[in-house]
């Protein structure tokens, strides 16, 4: 009688490998960091985004952001507010032609502004400045040379580990980036900011319909299902 051919530890429940990168509990870390640690390790845009050389995950957001709505065109004038570490800044230099590498495309202008410093990016010009102090607009149009096309944010104000605290923080961000761009913007311009779901949306939902000719809140493939982030895109700005 034949015998059974044998099953190895691949076939065996207790043999299976679980291909997920697990980190252990570390003297001092605490368990949330461990928890971040793994996620991040096991996160497909976190290896595309060092394969591809982009500084963070969150360059994917407004890759597929553009994807759908198409602001960043070539010729176009961008104004990236809390640009760092500068993932969004290097994607509008790509799709804007601000290094001129496209040939037959306008050239687009692309502004980090951030209040700590941020290395380098080539093809954009960044500036530390703190945007909602006075003259800021007029200081980011003195470097444009004029007004923007588009103004962006993915700022995050720093988490206090309540919900609510962490919701009006981040809108009040995002009411202030909205003013700055109501000052800078074309008409005809775009503005586009990540906002926490909360409650507390509807006034700057309000506000953004009176100035722009359409408002759309979406949550792209590359923001984590786990999060209560999205993005609110304002474009067709009526000056």
């Known amino acids: ?15 299976l490998r679980d291909l997920r990168t697990r980190v252990r509990t570390a003297r001092g870390r605490k368990l949330s960091s461990t928890r971040w640690l793994e996620r991040q390790l096991n996160d497909p845009y976190v290896k595309r985004a060092k394969a591809d050389g982009y500084r963070g995950r969150a360059a994917y957001k407004i890759l597929e952001l553009d994807d759908k709505y198409r602001f960043l065109t070539p010729g176009a004038r961008v104004v990236d ?17 601000a290094l001129g590498q496209k040939k037959g495309k306008a050239q687009g202008r692309v502004l980090g502004i951030d209040l700590q410093e941020v290395d380098p990016i080539p093809g954009a010009e960044i500036h530390q400045l703190d945007f909602m102090a006075d003259g800021a607009d007029e200081r980011v149009k003195e470097w444009l040379g004029g007004k923007a096309d588009v103004v962006m944010s993915d700022m995050a104000a720093a988490a206090s580990g309540h919900k609510q605290t962490d919701h009006l923080r981040i809108m009040a961000l995002c009411e202030a980036a909205a003013h700055l761009a109501f000052d800078v913007l074309e008409e005809g311009g775009t503005f586009i900011a990540k906002v926490l779901a909360g409650g507390a949306e509807g006034d700057l939902q309000k506000l953004l319909k009176q100035k722009f000719t359409r408002v759309a809140n979406v949550k792209p493939p590359a923001s984590r299902a786990d999060s209560s982030e999205k993005y609110v895109v304002a474009t067709g700005f009526r000056g």
Request: net charge positive; aromatic share 4%; charged share 20%.
């Open 1 to 15: 009688m034949a015998k059974k051919p044998s099953r190895g530890k691949g076939a065996s429940g207790r043999g």
């Open 81 to 97: 507010l809390g640009c760092a570490p500068g993932g969004w800044c290097q994607v509008a230099v790509e799709r804007v032609n």
